[in-house]
């Protein structure tokens, strides 16, 4: 490959991004008595209420690559903690919902609170045309992340468009 290519730059540096969250991620949840995958858990569920999603522990053992036994050990942690509540569905009591509660979000923003503060500040010296971009190739990104780590989504998805080569 050549590593002068802009879109293997680009590359290089959502890895390094990647590299510094992690190890952030893995700082808070030291922090805090928590396993790796109980902040991914967090984070999933967060999430899922931000987007009006029901979290079931079905929902996020699949959101995690869990089994039904992982999730509900996980959840479990995360309740005796007092991270994450269980609540009955009010349209199917038989139904299970996920909850976080406001004490784990407020730690979050304790920890994270700056970081989101200075991203978003990063954000205003981008025009409006410019982040709406930044945000389209931010979901492709993910959506190509998302393929990979689940294959059966690339049956689904739409191939993103091939960059159009100029005369060599």
Known sequence: MDEEEPGLRVVHQLRAITVELDLLGAEFAQRNSLHPTDLRALICLLDAARAHTLATPGWLGRQLGLNSAGTTALVDRLERLGHVRRTRDSRDRRRVLLEVDERAVTLGQSFFGPLIAELLAATLTFSDTEMATIQRFLRNVHEVVAAQRDPS????????????????
Do not use: A, H, I, Y
């Not at 989504?153 to 060599?168: A, I, S, V």
């Open 153 to 168: 989504n690339l049956l689904t998805r739409n191939p993103l468009p091939q960059k159009k080569q100029g005369p060599q």
